[in-house]
């Protein structure tokens, strides 16, 4: 950007200099990108390599919920290797409607690292999934998909009903079928209320996304932290999420950055596997550089990493 920026000022130099009459004549000016893998390739697949070690090490992780193929693509933002590659987990909100766009982006994701998931809206669609055969084929549907397109798992939310036999049997049969699907290396994440998720299952669920988005004091998300805890869920199988349009308070009740406190509060109430990040979308664009909260986010997480 900062390389624009100096070209733009250039030109507006030069314009000045030309006189009056130069300012009608257009002339385009190449501007070549440069990239790090052109410039030294095996410097890129160093780097590669040592992110991809990172990873597989002990670390606070970052998860994020993407809107992949957007209907009217406007920038790189809605492609998947426009993406921190620091992200650990990246949960496909439209993956109903996974392109060739996508496709395309997965040998990259690999490449650095980051695992991909498909998204089981169940929330969003509990009335249509009450009905067991319409339930089964979706799921079939999206197992089919991760298998042919190379996904590393899958996620899915739920919200619970208290003695609401119904839920109960969707949950059961949600994290059977899942569990029986998935190959070796791939995930299985909840997001949502702890308790959608019957006990016995637990040991299933490799992560536990808690529905802490909308939190905005340290009581409230240490209630449900504690709820999920006390249910049985592992903390270190535990992230708390925060969404970028979202406010907190500390206890003098001064509003904070909001990724940066939960941020914090991960260490704080920790220790837990790490934090999720919601509408991540409109973090693309800064003047210094792109997804800036986001990295703000896994710097503050791992700072000596």
């Not at 290396?185 to 909308?214: A, C, R, W, Y």
Request: charged share 25%; aromatic share 10%; net charge negative.
């Amino acid at each position: 950007m900062s390389r624009m920026i100096n070209i733009l000022l250039a030109v507006a130099g030069m314009a000045i200099l030309s006189g009056c009459s130069d300012w009608t004549r257009m002339e385009s000016i190449p501007v070549e990108s440069i990239y790090p893998w052109d410039r030294d390739p095996e410097l890129w697949e160093a780097y590669k390599e040592n992110l991809r070690d990172y990873k597989s090490h002990e670390h606070t992780m970052v998860y994020v919920r993407f809107e992949n193929s957007p209907e009217n693509p406007v920038s790189e933002k809605g492609s998947l290797r426009s993406l921190p590659d620091s992200i650990d987990i990246v949960s496909l909100t439209n993956a109903d409607n996974f392109s060739q766009f996508d496709a395309e982006d997965m040998a990259w994701m690999e490449s650095v690292g980051t695992k991909v998931l498909y998204q089981l809206d169940i929330a969003g669609r509990m009335d249509e999934f009450s009905d067991a055969t319409k339930l089964d084929a979706y799921i079939d549907g999206v197992i089919a998909s991760v298998k042919s397109n190379g996904l590393d798992g899958y996620s899915f939310t739920g919200t619970p009903k208290s003695g609401d036999q119904q839920r109960e049997d969707m949950s059961r049969k949600i994290v059977e079928k899942l569990d029986k699907a998935r190959t070796s290396g791939q995930l299985i994440v909840f997001e949502g209320s702890h308790s959608f998720i019957v006990k016995e299952d637990i040991p299933k669920i490799d992560l536990f996304v808690l529905p802490t988005e909308n939190v905005e004091r340290s009581w409230d998300l240490n209630n449900i932290l504690t709820g999920a805890k006390d249910y049985g869920v592992p903390e270190e199988k535990i992230l708390i999420a925060t969404k970028l349009d979202g406010v907190y308070y500390d206890e003098d009740n001064v509003e904070l950055p909001v990724v940066q406190a939960m941020a914090d509060n991960v260490n704080r109430y920790g220790p837990m596997a790490g934090l999720a990040l919601y509408g991540i979308e409109d973090d693309y664009f800064h003047m210094d550089g792109t997804w800036m909260t986001v990295r703000s986010a896994i710097e503050r997480l791992n700072p000596s990493k």
